[in-house]
């Protein structure tokens, strides 16, 4: 076994950090863990993200010292994990306090900081994983980098689904050269490597070590990020560019309601959001607009279910004209138990539910219901109650008001859109999620994002999400055009790039749909070579350690 090494023999920094009281430690490592934040959107300060990781890899070195060594690397990972998702998943909040009089910030505060806990596990798990295989020289950089990453994936998979938010392969701007790296290994691929830059710059404290040792680590990552970074930057200046007119003329639009004012009860509020949505999307002889995509739920569902109603259609197909649109909605099914239910009678438990998209082509003012998709990926207490039959007995429901919840309907599949290519739809949440998007014979030529995120309020959130929404764009190489309500409307390249958008707050943003791009490597090979990588990077540990020389 490697001998453990003693404060006397550390590296000064590890040895200053060493003396620190146990509180004062983890304090630091709550401070660099909300420092992280600030390299996820906006505002995208990468080498401040860089310097916390390196933080909290001297921080394990000290921790390597310490007789319960492996509880110290636990503590350590959850204070910092911790300050971290406390800072980068605030905004949570902000969703109870829609209906403040139900809900509010006495469910709001606690609900956030149970979140930040169970998402800090992972990493103090991964901490404690990592601190079994520590060493004293630049191997323990391989370490970090595979135990969190193995852990990052735990938590983009498990429970529920999981919840990969705050990768740290988003500190990197997307749309710009380094995120390009994501078409070939993916977001989690982008994650290790940064996890690896990170550690490396931990390295150079290691003052028991030559300088040409110590900064050699950084000489070749900087090396590294340079060729990435002009690999990305040909990607992106080699870019196809279509033709004006090969390509159909895209509008996203939002009314600029807050989720409160869109579900103020009102007999005729659905009137009255359909009229906002229409004067966004302005008339088609003026905007010359193809496809027209509202967000998810833009139709409140308060009197009826938008496709069960006539009159509401028929008004619909007069604003739209000739376009199609592509809009989320509330669906119920069956058919003569939801009539029932709307009507004041029957039971909701005893319906089928469905967060939807719906393709509605209009030809001369009549509208035509062409396809329908069902969200697959549903958000756990959000838009349903985990454990439902015992839960129930608590009297606790989704924040949609929605009795048990919606029903999960099947992934994401290719649907066709009158007058452009296939599409393929992805409510919210999904948006969050790798590879979902089909590939092979389904593969779409373009992804529509539906999201509502006034759920996330006027802070960081919708910025997130809007980030994790163009990288799905480069891993997968087609554009995409999102639609959010209460967030940042956009249509974007294949290489993640934001061609128009709105600033928030509602309006509508309309541009030429972007060209797509061939399968790349990681619609190709999947995961394999981010598989590949983390066995090479993984075998790092296991080679000899160099001695030092005595002049070192």
Same mark, same amino acid.
């Given at each position: 076994?490697?001998?453990?090494?003693?404060?006397?023999?550390?590296?000064?920094? &590890?040895?200053? @950090?060493?003396? +620190?009281?146990?509180? #004062?430690r983890?304090?630091?490592? !709550?401070? /660099?863990? *909300? $420092?992280?934040?600030?390299?996820?959107?906006?505002? &995208?300060?990468? @080498?401040?993200? +860089?310097?916390?990781? #390196?933080?909290l890899?001297?921080? !394990?070195? /000290?921790? *390597? $010292?310490?007789?319960?060594?492996?509880?110290?690397?636990?503590?350590?990972g959850l204070f910092f994990?911790?300050?971290?998702?406390?800072t980068?998943?605030?905004?949570?909040?902000?969703a109870?306090?829609?209906?403040?009089?139900v809900?509010?910030?006495a469910?709001?505060?606690?609900?956030?900081?149970?979140?930040?806990?169970?998402?800090?596990?992972?990493?103090?798990?991964?901490?404690?994983?990592?601190?079994?295989?520590?060493t004293?020289d630049a191997?323990r950089?391989?370490?970090?980098?595979?135990?969190?990453?193995?852990?990052?994936?735990?938590r983009?998979?498990?429970?529920?689904?999981?919840?990969p938010?705050?990768?740290s392969?988003?500190i990197?701007?997307?749309?710009?050269?380094?995120?390009?790296l994501?078409?070939?290994?993916?977001i989690y691929?982008?994650?290790?490597?940064?996890?690896?830059?990170?550690?490396a710059?931990?390295?150079?404290?290691d003052?028991?070590?030559?300088?040409?040792?110590?900064?050699?680590?950084?000489?070749?990552?900087?090396?590294?990020?340079?060729m990435?970074?002009?690999?990305?930057?040909?990607?992106?200046?080699?870019?196809?560019?279509?033709?004006?007119g090969?390509?159909p003329l895209?509008?996203?639009?939002?009314?600029g309601?807050?989720?409160a004012?869109?579900?103020?009860?009102?007999?005729?509020?659905?009137?009255?959001v359909?009229?906002?949505?229409?004067?966004?999307?302005?008339?088609?002889?003026?905007?010359?607009?193809?496809?027209?995509?509202?967000?998810?739920?833009?139709?409140?569902t308060?009197?009826?279910?938008?496709?069960?109603?006539?009159?509401?259609l028929?008004?619909?197909?007069?604003?739209?004209?000739?376009?199609?649109l592509?809009?989320?909605?509330?669906?119920c099914?069956?058919?003569?138990?939801?009539?029932?239910f709307?009507?004041?009678?029957?039971?909701?438990?005893?319906?089928?539910?469905?967060?939807?998209?719906?393709?509605?082509?209009g030809?001369?003012?009549?509208?035509?219901?062409?396809?329908?998709?069902?969200?697959?990926i549903?958000v756990?207490g959000?838009?349903?109650i985990?454990?439902?039959?015992?839960?129930s007995?608590?009297?606790?429901?989704?924040?949609?008001h929605?009795?048990?919840?919606?029903?999960?309907?099947?992934?994401?599949t290719?649907?066709?859109?009158?007058?452009?290519?296939?599409a393929?739809?992805?409510?919210?949440?999904?948006?969050?999620?790798?590879?979902?998007?089909?590939?092979?014979?389904?593969?779409?030529?373009?992804?529509?994002s539906?999201t509502?995120?006034?759920w996330?309020?006027?802070g960081?959130?919708?910025?997130?999400?809007?980030a994790?929404a163009q990288?799905r764009?480069?891993?997968?190489?087609l554009?995409?055009?999102?639609?959010a309500?209460?967030?940042?409307?956009?249509?974007?390249?294949?290489?993640?790039?934001?061609i128009?958008?709105?600033t928030?707050?509602?309006?509508?943003?309309?541009?030429q749909?972007?060209?797509a791009?061939?399968?790349?490597?990681y619609?190709?090979?999947?995961?394999?070579?981010?598989l590949?990588?983390?066995?090479?990077?993984?075998?790092?540990?296991?080679?000899?350690?160099?001695?030092?020389?005595?002049?070192?």
């Amino acid at each position: 076994m490697t001998a453990q090494p003693s404060e006397q023999a550390q590296p000064r920094v &590890q040895a200053w @950090l060493g003396r +620190l009281s146990p509180w #004062a430690r983890r304090g630091v490592a !709550l401070i /660099a863990g *909300a $420092a992280a934040t600030l390299g996820q959107a906006p505002f &995208q300060l990468s @080498l401040v993200y +860089l310097l916390a990781i #390196a933080t909290l890899v001297l921080l !394990l070195d /000290a921790s *390597a $010292a310490k007789p319960k060594r492996h509880w110290s690397a636990f503590l350590t990972g959850l204070f910092f994990a911790f300050g971290h998702f406390i800072t980068g998943v605030y905004w949570v909040v902000f969703a109870f306090d829609v209906e403040a009089d139900v809900w509010g910030p006495a469910w709001g505060i606690p609900v956030v900081v149970l979140l930040a806990l169970v998402l800090s596990l992972y990493w103090a798990l991964a901490t404690l994983a990592a601190s079994f295989f520590w060493t004293k020289d630049a191997r323990r950089v391989a370490v970090f980098a595979v135990a969190l990453l193995a852990f990052e994936w735990a938590r983009g998979h498990w429970p529920f689904g999981g919840f990969p938010w705050l990768l740290s392969g988003y500190i990197w701007t997307p749309g710009e050269p380094i995120s390009q790296l994501a078409s070939v290994i993916g977001i989690y691929g982008l994650t290790l490597l940064t996890f690896l830059l990170g550690g490396a710059f931990a390295l150079v404290a290691d003052g028991n070590r030559s300088q040409i040792r110590r900064f050699a680590p950084i000489v070749a990552s900087a090396l590294a990020v340079g060729m990435v970074w002009g690999w990305g930057a040909q990607r992106i200046a080699h870019a196809p560019v279509d033709p004006p007119g090969a390509q159909p003329l895209v509008r996203v639009a939002d009314s600029g309601l807050s989720q409160a004012e869109k579900w103020h009860y009102d007999p005729r509020q659905e009137w009255r959001v359909l009229a906002r949505y229409l004067a966004a999307s302005g008339p088609q002889d003026e905007s010359h607009d193809t496809v027209l995509i509202w967000p998810e739920g833009a139709i409140p569902t308060l009197n009826f279910f938008t496709l069960d109603n006539p009159e509401f259609l028929n008004a619909l197909g007069r604003g739209l004209g000739d376009r199609a649109l592509i809009t989320g909605l509330s669906r119920c099914e069956p058919r003569p138990r939801c009539d029932a239910f709307m009507r004041g009678e029957g039971d909701a438990s005893q319906l089928r539910l469905y967060n939807s998209a719906a393709v509605i082509d209009g030809v001369s003012g009549v509208p035509r219901l062409s396809q329908v998709y069902d969200k697959h990926i549903l958000v756990p207490g959000g838009e349903y109650i985990p454990f439902w039959s015992l839960i129930s007995r608590l009297n606790i429901a989704p924040l949609q008001h929605i009795g048990a919840g919606f029903t999960p309907g099947a992934p994401p599949t290719r649907l066709v859109v009158p007058d452009a290519p296939p599409a393929a739809i992805l409510i919210c949440y999904e948006a969050i999620f790798p590879g979902l998007t089909p590939h092979g014979d389904e593969r779409p030529g373009w992804i529509v994002s539906v999201t509502n995120d006034a759920w996330f309020g006027s802070g960081t959130g919708p910025y997130q999400h809007l980030a994790m929404a163009q990288y799905r764009a480069i891993e997968e190489g087609l554009p995409m055009a999102r639609a959010a309500s209460g967030g940042i409307s956009a249509i974007i390249d294949a290489q993640g790039r934001i061609i128009r958008r709105t600033t928030g707050g509602g309006g509508s943003a309309t541009a030429q749909l972007p060209p797509a791009l061939g399968e790349t490597p990681y619609v190709t090979q999947g995961n394999w070579l981010l598989l590949a990588l983390v066995v090479l990077i993984a075998a790092l540990r296991f080679t000899p350690a160099r001695r030092a020389s005595p002049g070192n």
